[in-house]
């Protein structure tokens, strides 16, 4: 059950359904353990995700989709296709458009030069994920994110509950 006012949260609070749409950039993605019967879904131009991911970096851009899995189950998959593999922690996914709207998957160890940036951007959304404080909604029941203010600016990482993408349902 739903615990409000937590910020510390190492388990999802509840079930729930989470659906994000990238586009382009890099996103350092890093979550608490889903609820059993929760799922998470991550669609680029290419490729699609589904799984338990914990912690992983995304790179989306115009002809390409990489996805770096450190902790966490994954399955990666071509976007208009039911071909897809699964990602072991330490493996990355490269799905590349193809000049005539196909477009291939495979699956290699991070390579050592990868691993600074891999660590550096998923080590941010990990520090960004303490700065949230979770409550219900009074009116509605909704689970809700709000940014928290630290109480000096000592350059700690903030997390503007407006600009988080995606979709939560329940």
Known sequence: SFQPGR???DAEPSD???VLE???GTFGICTARLARGSSMFLHTPHATVDGRGRKLLV???GDE???LLI????????RDSAQSRALRPGQQAIVRAGPHGDATLSVQPVMDEQQAQLDATVSTACLARRTVFFDADRETSEIRAF?????DDGGGFLLNPAHIGGVMEK
């Open 71 to 78: 902790e966490g189950e994954i399955a990666v998959g071509l």
């Open 7 to 9: 910020s510390d949260l």
């Open 147 to 151: 940014e928290v203010t630290p109480r």
């Open 59 to 61: 790179e989306v851009s």
């Open 16 to 18: 729930s359904r989470t």
């Open 22 to 24: 990238l586009r382009r």
């Open 65 to 67: 989709t990489r996805v």
